[in-house]
């Protein structure tokens, strides 16, 4: 089969489910992956033949993406900050708005030269500490997760970007020794109700680890309460607190943060115009 053959092939039995330019952006996105070739190849040599191997690897996709399986899970990878990051079942595919809270921090951290002590807490694919520290070199990241699968995962994406980060098995809702004295504390914890299953999608429901997505509705503050606790004796007198937030608990937020009398608070929308990130540094007492 030509390579032209197998792209007609994969428009005729996705038809029904995507778009034909979601058929053919897949199509790209798994050349590339599975065989490193550039897109342009389809248009510049579309008779190019391939392999019955070759040829087999793309075809045999189309079931998962008839599933709904999302590209990332099929291709085990993911791009975030302009880096790669291997991803699985066990981790979330990370998301435009986390760059944007990437972004942010390292525009409000302009210093070089000071030596920053960053800790981020559930770290998943390890997405947020390695694309800082690559970002950011005066950063030295402990990483934590209660999860030893999603370690064993971030570890290696540390060592695919060449950055040394200390990832340590930790439960943040539970009491674990830590006397390091951080400046910066980083989460995107979970924060989608349970409640919200029935609206969430199929892709996202039935592939991503539901843990690191939805948090009991009767308490869905949870973990903000439990990392501002921590930051209690665990952050410097001006150190800050960085946080992804649900839009719609974003008032109950607010209440929660104002009982500790300890922060002063800045807010950034995302680019859909949400309240999507917080700010929180120690007032000068």
């Not at 008779?47 to 291709?75: G, R, S, V």
């Not at 002590?117 to 800082?132: E, F, R, V």
């Not at 924060?191 to 999608?201: A, C, L, R, T, V």
Request: aromatic share 12%.
């Amino acid at each position: 089969m030509t390579l032209i053959d197998v792209r007609d092939f994969y428009r005729k039995k996705l038809e029904g489910y995507y778009s034909k330019s979601e058929i053919d952006f897949y199509f790209k996105i798994l050349i590339k992956s599975f065989f490193d070739w550039d897109s342009t190849l389809i248009a510049l040599n579309p008779k190019k033949q391939l392999t019955k191997l070759e040829a087999n690897k793309l075809i045999n996709t189309i079931k998962n993406l008839k599933k709904f399986k999302p590209i990332q899970y099929i291709t085990g990878e993911s791009f975030f900050m302009g880096l790669k990051f291997k991803v699985n079942k066990n981790v979330l595919i990370p998301r435009q708005e986390t760059e944007e809270l990437v972004e942010w921090i390292i525009n409000d951290n302009f210093d070089f030269k000071k030596k920053i002590n960053a800790i981020d807490i559930g770290t998943g694919s390890g997405c947020i500490a390695i694309s800082l520290s690559l970002k950011k070199r005066n950063f030295n990241f402990t990483a934590i997760d209660n999860s030893n699968k999603s370690l064993l995962l971030a570890m290696e994406n540390a060592r695919l970007n060449k950055v040394k980060i200390n990832f340590t098995n930790n439960d943040i809702l539970k009491t674990f020794n830590d006397k390091t004295i951080y400046d910066i504390i980083i989460s995107n914890p979970p924060y989608i109700p349970d409640s919200e299953i029935k609206n969430i999608e199929d892709k996202v429901l039935k592939y991503e680890p539901h843990n690191a997505i939805f948090v009991d509705k009767k308490n869905p503050l949870i973990f903000y309460k439990a990392i501002i606790d921590f930051s209690i004796s665990n952050l410097k007198k001006d150190g800050k607190i960085y946080f992804e937030i649900n839009p719609v608990f974003y008032n109950s937020l607010l209440t929660l943060i104002e009982s500790y009398n300890k922060f002063n608070l800045v807010v950034k929308k995302d680019i859909s115009n949400k309240n999507r990130m917080i700010r929180l540094k120690m007032k000068n007492e």
